[in-house]
């Protein structure tokens, strides 16, 4: 089993910042690439930020300049720094790891649980 969990969401004010972080656990072979999403109320989810193992990053329009995706392999985590925060930021936001579990298995798509970012004054 394979395990993604998010944190660090919250309540922030227009202007401000916040960090998400992302742990993948559990039956790892190979961890790929990594990345955020995020889902509005009514909306699709959409691609954030992701990154490779290399670290190559890929930012969404809307975030470039304002939030800074990274990772530790090591640790196999990934973080989000969101910085100038914006009431259009405002989402739930989603870990996601190109991954696989072991030696003879496909590579895939894991998600976490989702975290709650919600910017207002």
């Known amino acids: 089993q394979v395990q993604l969990v998010e944190s660090g969401g919250g309540l922030v004010q227009p202007g401000g910042s916040l960090r998400l972080s992302c742990a993948a656990s559990g039956s790892i072979f190979s961890l790929h690439t990594m990345g955020w999403y995020r889902q509005a109320p009514g909306k699709q989810r959409d691609l954030v930020a992701q990154i490779s193992t290399g670290g190559a990053t890929n930012y969404a329009d809307s975030v470039k300049g304002r939030f800074t995706i990274s990772r530790d392999n090591a640790k196999n985590m990934v973080y989000l720094q969101m910085n100038s925060l914006k009431p259009e930021d405002t989402a739930v936001y989603y870990c996601?790891?190109?991954?696989?579990?072991?030696?003879?298995?496909?590579?895939?798509?894991?998600w976490g649980q989702g975290t709650q970012v919600t910017v207002s004054s």
């Open positions: 996601n790891a190109d991954l696989r579990h072991t030696i003879l298995a496909k590579r895939a798509d894991y």
